[in-house]
């Protein structure tokens, strides 16, 4: 296995529920990917890179989390329920305690940032996506020009479709294909009333997704080697039977699976003794896009929700990180400002996001205007996720290729789901599955 992020270890516990020993091999010094935490050096408090969220329709993940044994370490709302901001106004976008279908459809009666008649229009876009059969044609419109088609205006756009996209898919509405942007909206609001509440991790990212899962691999033989920097494939017989380190050392085994992003698995196959097939060239065009996480510590609280969207503001996301993780902050209050889409800010110096946001929570929040910030930091992830813009699908290889003995996975991979952990554990389980059915028919 290479690569420890999410979809590498869900590759090594699904081996193992498949009775295989898997090595895992990753690079830097921790495990989980760009899921990760680390300690702060001034609060001393693990903190995540990022805010990373999961919906109930994330079945495969959180079968994942329990096989870990950390599925008393996140938390899953009942029904879909989060406050929007606009103009310093305040309305709930919240799901009715309604059978099915209708309890999501419900979630627009009580959102007064859209009026009577925007709420039919929003009504009859989801009505089409309902009965829209997904096909290859849907990746070549975006979804904007979807949504435009199905009689949706720039108020329901801006006030509705891209508040729940842009954080969904780290992309804009006006960019994203109309197959990711449909498939979404079929799976979280037209599916079961759970499928659109949103999940939280209780602990910090690296125990919980990480180290738990190092504990379960190693106590059921499976070996974990950290600071391990694969240079090539190593082939024999035109077989794929290990790898090689840059100094040469040689792990072997029965199968190799790459769990890098897509570009890191073209660089190893083209370091690997000139292996190159026409198969793996749709890789090379898979795009990333940027997020920026804003941490910002209070000595007061300043925000009484969990979490909160802004309209017409820089803003954004926000999270009340004290409270989902259940913390005494000493009476103060850690906040997490996620931006999604972020190649506004990605260049921008700690300095400049540090006078735009705190003015912008100070305008938004009355209560951070009187408030002192004792500690300010900032995580970029420039390559967050992978891009899902009009004709990615092709760029999305399955787990099993052409080269006898090499699987794929990762959140990249064709999954049928955008970057997420559900798409990264989806592959992991993919390509070991893959792996123990080609052992069992050798």
Not at 435 to 440: E, K, M, R, Y
């Amino acid at each position: 296995m290479v690569g420890g992020g999410i979809a590498g270890l869900a590759s090594a516990v699904r081996l193992i529920q498949h009775g295989l020993k898997p090595i895992v091999l990753e690079k830097r010094p921790f495990l989980g990917g760009r899921a990760y935490s680390f300690k702060d050096q001034e609060t001393g408090i693990e903190i995540d890179n990022g805010q990373h969220v999961f919906v109930g329709a994330c079945k495969q993940f959180q079968k994942y989390i329990t096989d870990i044994g950390v599925d008393d370490q996140v938390t899953l709302d009942e029904r879909l329920a989060f406050p929007v901001i606009k103009r310093e106004q305040i309305s709930w976008i919240r799901a009715r305690k309604l059978p099915a279908i209708l309890s999501n459809l419900s979630m627009l009666l009580g959102y007064r940032h859209i009026g009577i008649s925007d709420k039919i229009r929003i009504l009859w876009g989801l009505f089409s996506i309902k009965r829209t059969s997904l096909d290859i044609k849907h990746d070549q419109v975006t979804f904007y020009d979807w949504l435009k088609v199905h009689h949706q205006n720039k108020e329901t756009i801006e006030n509705f479709w891209n508040l729940i996209i842009l954080p969904s898919l780290n992309d804009n509405i006006n960019s994203v294909s109309a197959y990711t942007g449909i498939s979404l909206f079929k799976v979280a609001l037209l599916g079961p009333s759970q499928n659109a509440a949103m999940g939280f991790p209780l602990i910090g990212l690296s125990s919980l997704v990480g180290e738990s899962a190092r504990n379960f691999i190693e106590g059921e033989g499976g070996v974990i080697r950290l600071g391990f920097s694969v240079g090539s494939l190593h082939m024999e017989s035109g077989q794929i039977i290990g790898v090689r380190t840059q100094d040469g050392e040689l792990v072997e085994g029965n199968a190799v699976i790459s769990a890098l992003p897509a570009a890191e698995m073209t660089s190893l196959l083209n370091n690997s003794m000139n292996v190159q097939h026409d198969f793996f060239k749709p890789a090379e065009s898979v795009q990333t896009a940027p997020i920026v996480a804003i941490h910002i510590w209070y000595d007061r609280p300043i925000l009484s929700e969990k979490y909160t969207a802004v309209l017409d503001s820089p803003l954004q996301w926000i999270f009340n990180d004290t409270r989902l993780k259940s913390r005494n902050d000493c009476g103060g209050q850690h906040v997490v400002i996620s931006l999604s889409g972020a190649w506004e800010w990605q260049d921008r110096s700690k300095e400049e996001l540090r006078e735009i946001f705190t003015t912008e929570m100070s305008r938004i929040f009355p209560a951070a205007r009187t408030a002192t910030i004792t500690r300010f930091t900032v995580v970029k992830m420039l390559e967050a996720t992978f891009r899902v813009s009009k004709g990615s699908l092709e760029s999305r290889l399955p787990q099993r290729t052409p080269l006898p003995g090499f699987y794929l996975a990762g959140d990249w991979t064709d999954t049928g789901w955008p970057s997420t952990m559900e798409s990264a554990v989806r592959s992991g389980n993919l390509a070991a599955d893959c792996v123990a059915q080609d052992l069992i028919n050798a």
